[in-house]
């Protein structure tokens, strides 16, 4: 592993510190998170996901665009249409709203939309799944090789799905299960089928960031393989996944 040296203020250094033990880890733990830190982003959500407001403006030309597609849509409908997109004087309304620029009234056009999920966020999802097909992979192969890792360790393993309670982790949620109707990450099917079809009735993106991140160290520590075996995790690496999931303040009086 390289060694970085650095110098700051004692100052910097103190508080560092400070916030280190807050954390409950070595001052030079908590330097090396928050660089990798810097290299695996932690999201950020000034506004609670799913609570965006509605556009206060649009540019001239993104209304004429709108209200021409409901002048088009109010006029192709069926006469006795009853669905959401209403009827023809519902239409004409929502055109009327963009062309005379009554902002309190945009909300129609984003009504029953979801709030978008960040390119970042969407990554992660699919970094979080590929690990847990790694983790499965390794799980199973060591099994057929004759040195099984412990039950308790395997269930702590799983992919237990986000939390369909919260807005950001239940929007993943819908995310996971849009990829896998691709037939892609199917192999942990199984998985969010024993929990509950991947509701995990608790918040779990904190704790799948902190297993990504160490087993990007553990990934980024190897050499260059070439057998088709190299990618897969040692019973000891799952442990140390598998640690990574309690939050550092709190590994000392568990034992980790």
């Known amino acids: 592993m390289a060694v970085l040296n650095i110098r700051v203020d004692d ?3 103190d508080q560092l510190k400070e916030m ?9 733990e908590f330097v090396r998170d928050l660089l990798m830190e810097a290299v695996v982003p932690v999201y950020e959500r000034e506004v609670k996901h799913g609570e965006e407001p509605p556009a206060e403006s649009m540019r001239i030309v993104d209304r004429q665009v709108l ?16 669905d959401v997109d209403g009827d023809l004087e519902y239409q004409l309304m929502r055109a009327k709203i963009l062309e005379e620029g009554y902002t309190g009234a945009y909300w129609y056009e984003t009504a029953g939309f979801s709030t978008e999920l960040s390119k970042r966020d969407c990554a992660r999802v699919s970094d979080i799944l590929q690990m847990f097909r790694i983790i499965t992979y390794s799980i199973d192969h060591l099994a057929k090789d004759g040195t099984p890792i412990d039950e308790k360790l395997a269930f702590r393993l799983e992919f237990q799905g986000f939390d369909h309670n919260d807005a950001l982790e239940g929007h993943m949620a819908g995310y996971v299960k849009f990829l896998m109707g691709d037939d892609r990450w199917t192999e942990l099917q199984p ?8 509701n995990s009735h608790a918040l779990m993106l904190d704790t799948y960031l902190r297993m990504l991140s160490e087993y990007r160290r553990i990934m980024d520590g190897r050499k260059r393989g070439f057998n088709r075996y190299d990618y897969l995790l040692s019973g000891d690496e799952l442990a140390q996944i598998s640690a990574a999931q309690v939050h550092p303040s709190n590994r000392i009086a568990d034992g980790h």
């Open 11 to 13: 100052r910097i250094r």
């Open 191 to 198: 998985q969010i089928e024993r929990n509950d079809n991947g």
């Open 67 to 82: 209200s021409l597609l409901h002048r088009i849509l109010g006029r192709v409908l069926p006469e006795d249409a009853n």
């Open 20 to 28: 280190s033990d807050d954390e409950g880890v070595t001052l030079s």
